[in-house]
């Protein structure tokens, strides 16, 4: 394994002469990932190997780029930058792009730049009351989403893990109507996952015990289908959250995802620590029993259901698992938005009880940033200000460092967008695991 990687090789990845799919994403993210990932004795294959993919990442963070700005910002000549780039060209990966009329003497050469046309990541993420997957082309664009109301803690794990079987081939299908090539699917769950083996050990809201998710999927999708790795929702989510941060210089956060669980993950140093069960502290003030079984977990406080039972009765539409979530947010959105008391006192609980939980974790890991997500980010505006009026007030001297709250402006499917994003990481470390694009098109303009 090469320094940065993860060893999240799924069940099943791999083994159809398809990529290996390690995970370093964060680790090399952002402008001063470019140089990450060297291996310390690097014989000629692997040092082929890490340059193609300090070649790609830079690309991915800088944009298009010439062969002379790749070999300076990579230290390379410039005749082993040409070889690099037709190899990632031969694979899809990168394209010619505009031409290069800036600065240069003598005839213009041609930008390089990442190409979408060929090769896509799935994220396939499964919340108590939905399946959402989304596909990722390299460049990151997405270009299939789709969503389907479910209830899961109803269902068996392999009736569960069925319609989400059906979801991704559905969306697989499109991939290849594309002619495109779907590098792997991520399955993004709730609760503790153990990505090597493909397992989710516990997931509380589903009532799921080791469960053997990815070679279940990878079963019911069939040979050919790409590699199946597992996450958990708040890694993933903070993954995308992380990539699409506007500041190449945040290097550190902490991102809180809201749904029926409540989850965490931390960015630290530009890489991806493991989420941990945050919805599980001891914060709920009226210490009610848990899934979990405990009593006074955070989620019991602070979780979609807690804020829905507040805010309408339970013949209310806005309970009906089989209307999307979105839209019964939307509806709770509108009546919030027009004054309507209960909904805003059912905020206004959540919103103090979200800030008890996010001072523990800013005193504990004293990021500068938290980004709400999940629902928390659909009721950002009713939630963010108190959260971080409650963090400023208790700060012990007014000089300390500020942890500024923000909501996540991804949406409902930005941990399905991590697990596209997962799935495609892999490529960004060893762009040489891709196989050769079959008849590639020749469309430099
Ligand atoms: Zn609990």
Redesign the pocket.
Known sequence: MRPGQRGTTGAGAGTNGRTRLGTAPVATGGAAGIMAGYPEAADKASLRRTNLGVMLRHLRDSGPQSRTQLATAAGLPKATVSVLVADLIERGLVREGELDRAGSIGRPHRMVELDGRWICGVGAEIGADHITVLVLDLRGTIIHEDRRALDIPALTPQAALREVADLVADCLSTVAERDMYAIGVTLVTQGSVDAASGTVAVA?NFGWRGVKAAQELRTRLGRDAPPVLVENDAESGALAEYLASPSPDVRELVYVTGGIGVGGASISGGKLLRGSEI??MKLDRLDRP?????TG?W??AVGLQAFLDAAADPSDRVHDLSVDLAERLGDLLDRADAGEPRTLAALATVADDLALGLGILADVLNPPRIVLGGYFAVFGRYLVDTAQQILDDRRITPTAARVIVTASALGLSNAARGGAQLALAGIFQDPSDVPVRPEPEDDAS
Do not use: D, L, S
């Open positions: 509380t919805g599980h848990c899934p979990c079984g405990r977990c989620e019991v």
